[in-house]
């Protein structure tokens, strides 16, 4: 056991966390089949309602042969076709139950890649079960610190952009909106780690009170941010160079006409975009088992010696009786 855990750390978090994404392939397999789904669902009411249109009009030979802007407005504003608020609403239904569903399954991918066995079905759901109410205290607190951190850095991006378009320098804008966006970008990673390490911490050591694990990620999210941001931002590299290789193949390869071909490419490319966030979560569990674990140190038992009595001391020796007593 000591060996194995030397192992995992001569090996780095990058190797680590994706050794435990090779181990736990099913997971991710899962979790796409869970999107699918669940998106599926979502798209029936602007799939059904194109079908009453499109399957009885000439126009779905302008959408078969390529993507055709104006055929899909025209379909937007036919009456019969239902309102874009109305389709939203439905797909913002699913979106909820994924994030719920999310949070109701991602602790037992914590407890799996943390394992070093194959994780019983039994356990992935208790420690599902367990921590439910722990991980949507932590993805609503997560919610409202990003949400205010990037409402703040984009308000503040724009005014430097705004305030720089009155600078001669015409390239000047552009670059600090790119700069600005870089910036950003490294931001609301860092804070991604803080509540990760958070949402490890929680799990792993079955730490009941949120805001000690909130606190405790945080801790160790400055304390160690260059390893951990340069992993991270490695990870979201390659998951970019997956999304833009998945769409050049489609953009060159699937003509409009291959139905299968698109669909297959794109759930491919979907498939492969969720092992980066898988990944991330693995290097998490793989800092949180070199730096937040506490092991628990086995105290030897104190064993009391019996206590004996004066008289009972052999050194002690009985005087012997005189012949006046």
Request: proline content about 5%.
């Amino acid at each position: 056991m000591q060996t194995l855990f030397q192992d995992e750390k001569k090996r780095g978090l990058l190797r680590s966390g994706l050794s435990m994404v090779a181990d736990n392939k099913r997971y991710i397999f899962w979790f796409w089949l869970l999107n699918l789904v669940l998106a599926w669902l979502g798209a029936a009411m602007f799939r059904d309602s194109a079908h009453a249109i499109l399957d009885h009009s000439l126009y779905a030979g302008g959408l078969v042969r390529g993507f055709d802007i104006s055929i899909l407005i025209e379909l937007f504003m036919r009456p019969e076709f239902p309102s874009l608020s109305a389709l939203s609403m439905a797909s913002a239904h699913f979106a909820f139950l994924f994030f719920l569903l999310t949070a109701l399954f991602l602790p037992g991918v914590f407890a799996g890649y943390a394992s070093n066995y194959r994780l019983p079905r039994e356990d992935f759901f208790r420690a599902c079960g367990r921590n439910l109410w722990r991980f949507i205290r932590i993805l609503v607190i997560a919610g409202i610190v990003m949400g205010i951190v990037a409402g703040i850095l984009f308000a503040a991006n724009g005014a430097i952009v705004k305030k720089a378009g009155e600078s001669t320098y015409e390239v000047l804008p552009f670059e600090l909106r790119m700069t600005g966006l870089a910036i950003i970008f490294l931001v609301m990673t860092s804070l991604r780690i803080w509540f990760d390490l958070a949402e490890a911490n929680t799990v792993l050591s079955d730490q009941p009170a949120v805001r000690k694990s909130i606190a405790s990620g945080f801790r160790h999210t400055f304390r160690s941010l260059g390893s951990l941001l340069g992993n991270y931002v490695l990870i979201a590299i390659v998951a970019a160079v997956v999304l833009v290789g998945g769409l050049w193949i489609w953009i060159r390869f699937v003509s409009p006409q291959r139905i299968i071909g698109a669909v297959v490419v794109s759930q491919l490319t979907l498939f492969l975009l969720l092992i980066p966030r898988f990944w991330q979560r693995g290097v998490a569990v793989t800092y949180w088992k070199e730096k937040m674990d506490i092991p628990v140190v086995a105290v030897p038992p104190v064993i009391a010696e019996p206590l004996t009595s004066p008289s009972a001391d052999p050194a002690v020796s009985t005087p012997p009786a005189t012949a006046g007593d």
